[in-house]
């Protein structure tokens, strides 16, 4: 019988690229930017790039970066992606403390609160987690090994966190649909009681992140989506408190009110550590849109966008620090064809975004100059690739990031023939650990 050809689109692992990520250390030590296999990080407080070391022969990622995060306390960071590698590194030192092999591609990673569990999420929609107990700033960790938590049954998994106060993990998948999980006090042997699903979002759900404020410690968590919709639900009922409309927004400001096509999904959300302000990152919007947060109220409302001007600049990533007022962002992707830039991110930043009041004029959210970038021309050459770079690169990312969010997170339709030629040829075997 005879192969059926695979169209165009199918064999899409040849021209899928994956988004640049930024991670910011909780107390703004530290900014690390992920693109492709690199991984970058720069030292805010003392100045300069920091040099990653790694017992293990050969590169340190082999493929595509998918998540990247610091641990509560930034004692830990881990990336994971595309090559089935979880790194653990020492966020101080920067030596990787431990390397785990996953089964799957990874697409989500999670830290506990107490920093005791590492959580990663596989293309199978499978949560697994890693014990880190007696975790030494000095040692590294041997033999450590991850067990399944719990599992999504095929979907991919696209956001994984935990609570506010460490009781739950919470996971997003783009079959629209986000679980409440209790973590249980032994997740190696499995998180079989799930507390709720927070359902509403008519697209794949793409980010999460939690708001909190004195009065609501617990917290509220807050979920973008390709549907254009960023909601606010209570996790402990799975209850929809709120639901604010930004992709229609995002497309009027991009067509200058005029009637245009827009690729509106929300790429990532940030919040404030007083809970007041949301930052989105929308698709087709060259800048970021804040939300005003009313917990009390249990509300979400457009507060104001932000515009960046001076060059195709859509951000891939958001993050902040607990303690700062800064809000950083990276655009880029990799595997850029046609062009000499396959590793080369934008990074900008926004002042005044720990302001409670977004709306007063005395502390507007401003874009930052390079110049006025805290780690200046520096911090740039490292997390950027280049000081300067071309506006043509980021135009062409622009249309990167649409395709690469259309690769993971739209389902495919196939024909039962394609499917079984897809088995055949799949180059996902399991890796034994």
């Known amino acids: 019988m005879e192969e059926p050809a695979i169209e165009e689109g199918d064999?899409?692992?040849?021209?899928?690229?994956?988004?640049?990520?930024?991670?910011?250390?909780?107390?703004?030590?530290?900014?690390?930017?992920?693109?492709?296999?690199?991984?970058?990080?720069?030292?805010?407080?003392?100045?300069?790039?920091?040099?990653?070391?790694?017992?293990?022969?050969?590169?340190?990622?082999?493929?595509?970066?998918?998540a990247i995060r610091f641990g509560a306390e930034g004692k830990i960071f881990v990336s994971a992606g595309d090559d089935k590698l979880v790194k653990i590194w020492n966020a101080?030192?920067?030596?990787?403390?431990?390397?785990?092999?996953?089964?799957?591609?990874v697409s989500a990673v999670a830290i506990s609160k107490d920093g005791l569990f590492v959580c990663f999420a596989d293309k199978f929609?499978?949560?697994w987690a890693l014990n880190?107990?007696?975790?030494?700033?000095?040692?590294?960790?041997?033999?450590?090994?991850?067990?399944?938590?719990?599992?999504?049954?095929?979907?991919?998994?696209?956001?994984?966190?935990?609570?506010?106060?460490?009781?739950?993990?919470?996971?997003?998948?783009?079959?629209?649909?986000?679980?409440?999980?209790?973590?249980?006090?032994?997740?190696?042997?499995?998180?079989?009681?799930?507390?709720s699903f927070c359902l509403g979002h008519t697209e794949f759900v793409s980010c999460l992140a939690f708001v909190c404020a004195p009065d609501y410690p617990e917290g509220f968590l807050v979920s973008g989506s390709g549907d254009s919709t960023v909601?606010?639900?209570?996790?402990?009922?799975?209850?929809?408190?709120?639901?604010?409309e930004v992709g229609s927004q995002a497309g009027?400001?991009?067509?200058?009110?005029?009637?245009?096509?827009?690729?509106?999904?929300?790429?990532?959300?940030?919040?404030?550590?007083?809970?007041t302000l949301v930052a989105a990152a929308i698709q087709s919007l060259q800048g970021i849109?804040?939300?005003n947060c009313n917990l009390s109220a249990k509300s979400l409302s457009i507060a104001k966008v932000v515009s960046i001007t001076g060059g195709s600049f859509i951000p891939t990533s958001l993050g902040t620090a607990s303690c700062a007022e800064f809000l950083w962002m990276v655009t880029g992707v990799s595997t850029l064809h046609g062009l000499d830039s396959h590793?080369?991110?934008?990074?900008?930043?926004?002042?005044?975004?720990?302001?409670?009041?977004?709306?007063?004029v005395e502390h507007e959210p401003t874009m930052l100059e390079d110049d006025e970038i805290p780690g200046g021309e520096k911090l740039l050459e490292k997390l950027q690739g280049s000081v300067s770079i071309e506006n043509k690169v980021f135009s062409a990312a622009a249309e990167a990031v649409k395709m690469a969010m259309c690769n993971l997170l739209i389902k495919k339709q196939y024909s039962a023939d394609k499917r079984e030629f897809r088995k055949r040829t799949r180059n996902d075997k399991k890796i034994k650990q």
């Open 231 to 244: 909601r606010l639900w209570d996790i402990t009922s799975g209850s929809l408190l709120d639901t604010c």
């Open 92 to 105: 101080n030192s920067w030596h990787c403390i431990s390397t785990v092999c996953s089964e799957k591609r």
């Open 343 to 360: 590793s080369l991110a934008r990074v900008r930043v926004i002042s005044g975004f720990r302001i409670s009041s977004p709306d007063s």
């Open 125 to 127: 929609g499978v949560v």
């Open 289 to 291: 849109m804040l939300l």
């Open 132 to 195: 880190l107990d007696g975790f030494d700033e000095n040692q590294v960790l041997v033999d450590k090994k991850a067990a399944p938590v719990l599992a999504h049954y095929c979907s991919i998994i696209t956001s994984l966190e935990f609570s506010l106060d460490g009781r739950f993990i919470i996971s997003a998948d783009r079959d629209f649909k986000i679980r409440v999980s209790v973590f249980p006090k032994k997740p190696l042997d499995g998180a079989h009681e799930i507390q």
């Open 11 to 66: 064999n899409h692992r040849d021209v899928e690229v994956a988004p640049a990520l930024i991670s910011v250390h909780p107390d703004h030590k530290f900014i690390v930017v992920s693109i492709g296999s690199d991984l970058r990080v720069f030292d805010l407080q003392g100045g300069c790039s920091v040099t990653l070391v790694d017992d293990s022969s050969g590169p340190l990622h082999k493929d595509s970066i998918r």
């Open 252 to 275: 009027f400001l991009e067509s200058n009110g005029r009637e245009e096509e827009h690729y509106s999904a929300v790429i990532d959300l940030c919040t404030t550590p007083d809970g």
